[in-house]
């Protein structure tokens, strides 16, 4: 993680990014095979928003780091 301190800030965006109309996302990294075939669907932006929100509770429920 190097900025910490602007997860809340990347939460409202991946917010945002959910009302669009994506068909899928080619990131600049990844898993080669799926970025040749059409990179990821749309159901990743929901996955890295589910991911931040665990990050940002951890503050306050350290016990979250055990799961999953």
Do not use: C, N
């Not at 931040?52 to 799961?67: I, S, Y």
């Amino acid at each position: 993680m190097t900025e910490p301190e602007r997860l809340e800030f990347h939460l409202a965006a991946l917010r945002d990014m959910q009302g669009w109309d994506i068909k899928w996302i080619l990131p600049s990294h990844g898993v080669e095979e799926i970025i040749v075939a059409d990179g990821y669907g749309a159901e990743l932006i929901q996955a890295t928003r589910l991911y931040v929100e665990k990050l940002l509770r951890l503050r306050d429920e350290p016990a979250l780091a055990g799961q999953d």
